[in-house]
C-alpha cells in the first residue's frame, strides 16, 4: 500500500468526519484494513502497530462499544439522482454452525448482503446495507422478499425523485407492487429466462425475443397483466443474450436501457472489495459484530477509494486510468510520490470526502 498517503492521521483526517468519539481507534483499525486487506480481527490485529493480542481485544471493545454501520449512513449523497441496489453471496463453508449462516440458492453454507449505494467514478459508494440468510429468514418468521421490502421500504423518505437500480433478482410481482404503490421511481432488470407475463393495453401478451443489434420498446405494458411498467430490450454485440429492462411508468424506456449500465458499478465495486479486500471472507460467531466489520470494511472501502482515485487523476494517462480502479492503485500500485503531490492528494481527497458526509446524517436500513 501507498505507505505516505494512508498514514494513520491521514485516515484519521477521514474518521474524524464519520465517527464522534474513539476517531484514532477507527482510523487504526481502518489501516489495519486495508495493510492487511481482510476484515477479519485477526488479520487485522497482526497488521496493526503493538502486540496482536493487545490489538485483537482493542478491536473487539471498539465494535462493543460503536456503531459503525450509523458512520456508514453519513455517506448518503442526497445529490444524486440515482441509488444502486445489488446482493451478494458470502460463502461460509466451515460456518455450518453459525447462527446466521442459511443455505445459498446452491445449497452452499452462507449468507446474503444486500448493499444501497451511489455512483461514485466508475464505483459506488455504499451507504446502507443488511444481511440475512435462510436461516435468520425463518428465525425472524420473515423472507426474503420481506427483507427486500423492509430495504427499500425504509428509504421512500430518502429516495424523493432518485431513481433506483436494481438486478434480476428484483423483478417479481410482488416487489414491483409496492415500488407502484410507495411511488419509487425505479430501473429494474428483467428476469427474462422464466419468460414473464408481459401484456399490452389490448391484454395480448409481448413476446421477448429480439435480434442481435437490435432494440426495441414498449410503454404503458402490464407485468403479470397486473403492474404497469414500461419495458425496454437490447441485445449488444458481444453479449451472449439480450438484455430487459422495466421501469416505472414516469421513466422512458429509453432512458431505462441507458441509466441502467450504471448498476456495474456496484458490480465492480464488490468485485473490489472482495478481491483486494476478501469481504468474502468476513467471518465472526456474532451476526451483530459481523455486521460491524461489514461497515468497517465499507469504511476502509470508501476511503481508500476516494485517496485511490486522487492517485490516479494525478499520476496516470487516460490509457492506463482505465486499468485500475482507484483502490486497486493504493493497495496494490505503491506508487513514488513525492511529498507535494501526496499532500495536494490527501487535501483534495479529504475535501470531496467531506462534502460526501456534510450532509444530514439519517436513519435508514
Excluded at 186 to 207: A, M, Q, W
Excluded at 210 to 238: C, D, P, R, S, T
Excluded at 257 to 263: A, K, P, T, W
Excluded at 306 to 317: F, M, S, V
Aim: glycine residues 6%; hydrophobic residues 35%.
Amino acid at each position: 500500500m501507498n505507505i505516505e498517503v494512508a498514514t494513520i492521521d491521514n485516515i484519521k483526517r477521514f474518521t474524524d468526519q464519520c465517527f464522534d468519539r474513539e476517531s484514532q481507534k477507527a482510523a487504526e483499525i481502518i489501516k489495519g484494513i486495508l495493510d492487511a486487506h481482510s476484515p477479519r480481527i485477526s488479520d487485522i490485529s497482526n497488521a496493526m502497530e503493538k502486540s496482536s493480542d493487545a490489538n485483537y481485544k482493542a478491536i473487539q471493545r471498539f465494535i462493543d462499544k460503536n456503531d459503525p454501520k450509523e458512520a456508514v449512513q453519513r455517506f448518503y449523497d442526497s445529490d444524486s439522482p440515482y441509488i444502486l441496489g445489488d446482493p451478494t453471496d458470502i460463502e461460509r463453508p466451515q460456518a455450518k454452525k453459525t447462527d446466521y449462516v442459511g443455505k445459498l440458492k446452491d445449497k452452499k453454507p452462507g449468507f446474503q448482503i444486500l448493499v444501497l449505494a451511489t455512483p461514485y467514478r466508475g464505483r459506488a459508494i455504499p451507504f446502507s446495507f443488511i444481511t440475512y440468510s435462510s436461516k435468520t429468514i425463518g428465525s425472524e418468521i420473515s423472507s426474503r422478499n420481506k427483507e427486500h421490502s423492509r430495504a427499500i421500504g425504509e428509504l421512500k423518505d430518502l429516495l424523493g425523485d432518485k431513481i433506483l437500480i436494481l438486478d434480476r433478482e428484483f423483478s417479481y410481482e410482488w416487489f414491483l407492487e409496492e415500488l407502484v404503490e410507495a411511488g419509487i421511481h425505479f430501473i429494474i432488470r428483467l428476469k427474462s429466462g422464466n419468460n414473464p407475463t408481459i401484456l399490452n393495453d389490448e391484454n395480448d401478451r409481448i413476446s421477448l425475443t429480439i435480434g442481435l443489434g437490435e432494440e426495441e420498446h414498449y410503454h404503458g405494458v402490464y407485468y403479470k397483466g397486473n403492474v404497469a411498467v414500461n419495458l425496454a430490450g437490447k441485445w449488444e454485440k458481444g453479449f451472449k443474450e439480450p438484455m430487459w429492462v422495466i421501469s416505472s411508468t414516469n421513466i422512458s424506456s429509453s432512458r431505462a436501457l441507458e441509466v441502467y449500465g450504471l448498476r456495474m458499478k456496484i458490480e465492480e465495486s464488490f468485485r473490489d472489495m472482495k478481491s483486494l479486500l476478501a469481504l468474502d471472507k468476513i467471518m465472526n460467531k456474532k451476526r451483530e459484530n459481523m455486521k460491524k466489520m461489514v461497515a468497517l470494511l465499507i469504511l476502509a472501502y470508501s476511503i481508500g477509494l476516494i485517496l485511490g482515485e486522487e492517485i490516479r487523476d494525478r499520476l496516470y494517462n487516460e490509457r492506463k486510468r482505465k486499468l485500475y480502479s482507484g483502490l486497486f492503485i493504493l493497495l496494490k500500485r505503491n506508487d513514488n510520490i513525492i511529498r507535494r503531490i501526496w499532500k495536494d492528494i490527501m487535501n483534495t481527497a479529504y475535501s470531496l470526502f467531506n462534502v460526501i458526509v456534510s450532509g444530514n446524517v439519517r436513519t435508514n436500513v
